[in-house]
């Protein structure tokens, strides 16, 4: 296979990456090229699972010689659209992409089709009727993350309770998914007493929780469940400094990441839902690297979610 020179474009500020009206310019790193270039959007790297899929894809990118050239959106679609254009001026020979939202992406996705360049989407699947072409997905299945969640919680408060629930950005494939799994296996004995968005930030978290810590007294509600490992710290932070923590039999979020495994070992954190972000990251590159060969790969490839407790939390440290 014969695989397109990249074009070198220069960025200001080395190893960061800038927005410039729309465009950005991205980092570069991976291998020498030889076995050709894959560039990757994700999503935002503001959020630190997001930046643990980009370094494992760059560092497969490396081991199995791609030349390796990232973006990031910071979550918008305009940017996101902006920069894949870019990324097909540079002649990649595939992309990698954590959309920003999998239905507004799609005309970054279009974009990537009519450029007949292959498209691996990672972490974000795609609606069920859209349009695009993808030539494989790797992630998780964000439904059973709310499945697992909501096991933890029958388990642990059988006699059932009041919750408050913290979700990310209605509209999203994980937001959704996380929160069609959780209620669809929570028992009927629990009440969800207030939903709110906090984005999937720890500092909304923190400050959302703030709020309904002065609407709820005393004994009025038994848990907290967020669909991230951020949100849960920054709720977890809030009740910690309102002198609160008794009140709370549970307070769990997903991703495992390395905040939220520490936040199970010191107790501010009942449990969280391990989401494998080197797997995702790795996968993806291996995989974009096999169809480069012109391997025939997996349409999906799903990476299991895992719950994680003080009791087994050594398992994943």
């Known amino acids: 296979m014969t695989f397109h020179p990249t074009r070198k474009v220069i960025c200001g500020l080395a190893g960061s990456l800038l927005v410039i009206s729309l465009a950005a310019c991205g980092s570069s790193g991976g291998g020498d090229g030889s076995g050709g270039t894959v560039g990757q959007t994700t999503f935002s790297l503001e959020y630190p699972f997001q930046v643990k899929i980009k370094d494992a894809a760059q560092k497969t990118a490396k081991k199995l010689g791609l030349k390796y050239v990232s973006t990031d959106p910071r979550g918008s679609v305009a940017t996101e659209l902006a920069q894949v254009e870019d990324l097909i001026t540079r002649n990649v020979d595939a992309i990698v992409m954590i959309p920003v939202d999998p239905k507004n992406s799609q005309a970054a996705m279009r974009k990537i089709n009519d450029a007949k360049i292959p498209l691996i989407i990672v972490n974000q699947s795609l609606p069920a009727d ?3 072409k993808y030539d494989a997905y790797v992630g998780s299945d964000d439904t059973n993350a709310g499945e697992i969640q909501a096991d ?5 408060l059988p006699d059932g309770g009041k919750l408050i629930y913290l979700v990310g ?3 999203t494939s994980w937001t959704d998914l996380r929160k069609k799994g959780f209620m669809g296996n929570l028992h009927d004995n629990f009440k969800i007493v207030s939903e709110v968005q906090a984005k999937g930030d720890r500092a909304q978290g923190k400050n959302v929780m703030e709020d309904l810590l002065r609407k709820y007294k005393s004994g009025e509600v038994e848990g907290v469940v967020a669909q991230n490992d951020e949100m849960a710290i920054g709720a977890a932070a809030a009740i910690k400094e309102a002198g609160r923590q008794d009140e709370f039999k549970i ?3 997903v991703d495992g990441s390395e905040a939220g495994l520490n936040g199970v070992q010191d107790g501010a954190l009942t449990a969280t839902v391990f989401q494998d972000a080197i797997g995702q990251g790795t996968q993806a590159i291996e995989t974009a690297a096999k169809i480069l060969k012109g391997e025939t790969v997996a349409k999906q490839n ?4 895992k719950l994680v407790t003080k009791e087994n939390l050594a398992d994943f440290q």
Do not use: D, L, R
Not at 302 to 305: E, N, T, V
């Open 152 to 156: 933890y919680v029958n388990k642990t």
């Open 130 to 132: 859209a349009a695009m």
């Open 169 to 171: 950005v209605y509209g």
């Open 302 to 305: 799903i990476i299991p979610f």
């Open 251 to 253: 307070v769990v979020g």
